[in-house]
């Protein structure tokens, strides 16, 4: 029987949080789990196209891995690709297991087509409410499993030790003091940061505060530059951001522009179902081309009874604005919508910052290269996560090995106010605007000399004081930009029109750490 320090502390009830608090008590230890909301506001209830895996009977996880390579423009780490994709289908037992009811036919799981997926191998529940259906499942079993669980508690800050790994702070009400956590070693699963541009599909607890909460704490990030934008979210004005899953063009939809014409057919060989970026800036370029504030996606020539049998939620939500997408052309536009980059981890899901773990879209795996591919981030949600539970309860020796080029940053100590009027807002203008779809040097200088004068102003000025969600915000809004700023040529879904090309020399990860942090690697 393992015998850790502590309870095992996961933040973050999303499916990759979730599904590590459940392995762990599978497997012996009595973890802690919290998150800053209710343990049903998450990410993962959004997802909507489903999980991939090489299960179908003309698949394999070799070509489910060459498709993941081939998404992520030179950048994907190779053993965590393989991982990710070779341990896919004994992840997806696990949630069969649990009791998660996907979608079949004829008694067999049914498969979905996905852009940039060469096979259907995109598994879906509830038609097109995945996210929900996982998350739901898991929510039930952490609780049959009488897992603690503590809504509304926020981890605040994490302090590395010398003798007992990372100490956490939380704290149960935003803006209070926060609580020293006597934990053993704590997982983050915070999730990404869609939330801080002011067009996004997230939901509003997708602030990135792992992030900034990690590199205070002098973990090393990486990846922070490539923010993958969804290309096709409902465009209406004063409307919620709702995405329109990419498995309605996986099944026939095409995008059209005000005047009907099909933009995408020459620009990509696979047209619409080209990857992500490159249909996501196509329809940047299209809006900016004619003034009109969107495109259409085309789903009239998908037979009606499989649209609405395929896309309930979609169609639902269509609905109440008067649409059927049957008949109609559906107003979208791209948005913010996945941190691909993160705090570094191994293939154990170890930080480097001893004591501290991180899996699901919080965590940098090297998995996505520069580009995630569809379907993939809940995935690695799972395949990570339990690759966390196992190390914690059976630890193997590792070392994460330095990335090629690492940018050390400094960040102003200010006068330690959370309330800084239009703060926020102000960060989701600045990342729309100058660290958006299309960049170019001016436009994140200036975004970064923005940011700092904010930062200066919500940085609690002495060191034991805790930053708030505020400052958290400013800080990871920070980060991307400066290493959107270093990264000088266009990759992925980096995308800088004062450096457009692709280019070798750059075919390395950025990393990212604090300017008093500790060396990393040999
Ligand atoms: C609209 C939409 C559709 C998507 N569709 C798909 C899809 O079809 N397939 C796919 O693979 N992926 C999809 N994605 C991406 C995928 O949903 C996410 O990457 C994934 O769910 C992230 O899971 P997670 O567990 O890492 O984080 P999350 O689900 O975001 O959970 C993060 C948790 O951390 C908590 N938290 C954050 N900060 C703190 C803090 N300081 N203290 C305490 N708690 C904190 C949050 O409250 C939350 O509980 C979609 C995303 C969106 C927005």
């Known amino acids: 029987m393992p015998t850790p320090a502590g309870r095992p502390l996961v933040v973050g009830t999303g499916i990759a949080g979730l599904y590590v608090a459940l392995r762990l008590r599978e497997l012996g230890l009595r973890p802690t789990l919290v998150t800053k909301s209710r343990l049903d506001e998450a990410t993962t209830r959004y997802a909507q196209g489903g999980i991939a895996a090489a299960i179908g009977p003309d698949d394999s996880p070799a070509l ?35 009791g998660v009811p996907f ?28 996210g929900l259906s996982i998350e739901e499942t898991l929510k039930r079993r952490v609780l049959d499993a009488g897992i603690e669980v503590r809504e509304r508690t926020a981890l605040r800050g994490l302090r590395s030790t010398a003798h007992h790994g990372v100490v956490a702070f939380v704290s149960s009400e935003a803006g209070r003091g926060a609580e020293e956590l006597d934990s053993g070693p704590v997982v983050l699963a915070t999730g990404g940061t869609g939330s801080l541009y002011r ?15 990690a590199f205070r704490a002098g973990a090393l990030l990486t ?5 993958q934008f969804h290309p096709t979210v409902f465009w209406r004005e004063g409307a919620p951001r709702f995405l ?11 995008l059209r522009n005000e005047a009907g014409e099909r933009f995408l057919v020459g620009q990509h060989r696979d047209a619409e179902l080209a990857p992500r970026d490159v249909v996501s800036r196509a329809i940047d370029r299209e809006i900016h081309r004619t003034g009109h504030p969107c495109v259409y996606l085309d789903a ?34 791209p948005v913010a919508h996945y941190m691909i980059g993160g705090v570094t981890t191994d293939l154990e899901g170890r930080t480097t910052l001893r004591g501290l773990y991180a899996c699901g879209e919080v965590a940098s795996t090297g998995v996505h290269g520069a580009n995630r591919l569809a379907s993939n981030s809940l995935l690695e949600g799972l395949v990570f996560g339990e690759r966390v539970a196992r190390q914690l309860v059976h630890p193997v020796a590792g070392r994460i090995p330095a990335p090629a080029r690492t940018v050390r940053i400094d960040w102003p100590a200010g006068s330690g106010r959370e309330d800084v009027p239009g703060a926020v807002d102000r960060v989701r203008d600045l990342l729309w605007d100058d660290v958006g779809i299309v960049r170019t040097g001016a436009g994140l200088r200036a975004a970064i000399e923005e940011l700092s004068q904010l930062g200066g102003s919500t940085e ?23 290493a959107a700023l270093v990264r000088t040529e266009s990759r992925g879904a980096h995308y800088r029109s004062d450096f457009p090309n692709r280019r070798p020399v750059w075919r390395l990860h950025i990393g990212i750490l604090r300017k008093e942090a500790p ?3 040999p």
């Open 64 to 98: 489910h891995l060459q498709d993941t390579i081939r998404a992520g423009a030179g950048l994907v780490d190779l053993p965590a690709a393989r991982a990710l994709t070779f341990e896919a289908p004994a992840r997806i037992a696990d949630l069969v297991r649990y």
């Open 103 to 130: 979608d079949t036919v004829e008694g067999q799981i049914s498969l979905g087509r996905e852009a940039a997926h060469s096979r259907a191998r995109i598994l879906h529940a509830g038609g097109d409410a995945t």
């Open 199 to 213: 067009q996004s599909s997230n939901p509003s607890v997708a602030t990135g505060e792992g992030v900034a909460i």
């Open 223 to 227: 990846d922070m530059e490539f923010i």
């Open 244 to 254: 329109i899953t990419e498995a309605v063009r996986g099944e026939g939809a095409v």
């Open 300 to 333: 009239t020539g998908i037979p009606r009874d499989r649209l609405f049998a395929r896309f309930p939620s979609v169609c639902r939500f269509l609905a109440t604005y008067g649409l059927d997408p049957s008949r109609d052309w559906i107003p979208v536009t």
């Open 460 to 482: 609690p000025g002495r060191a034991k004081d805790l930053a708030g969600p505020v400052a958290n915000a400013v800080l990871t809004a920070s980060i991307v930009a400066r």
């Open 519 to 521: 060396g990393i690697g």
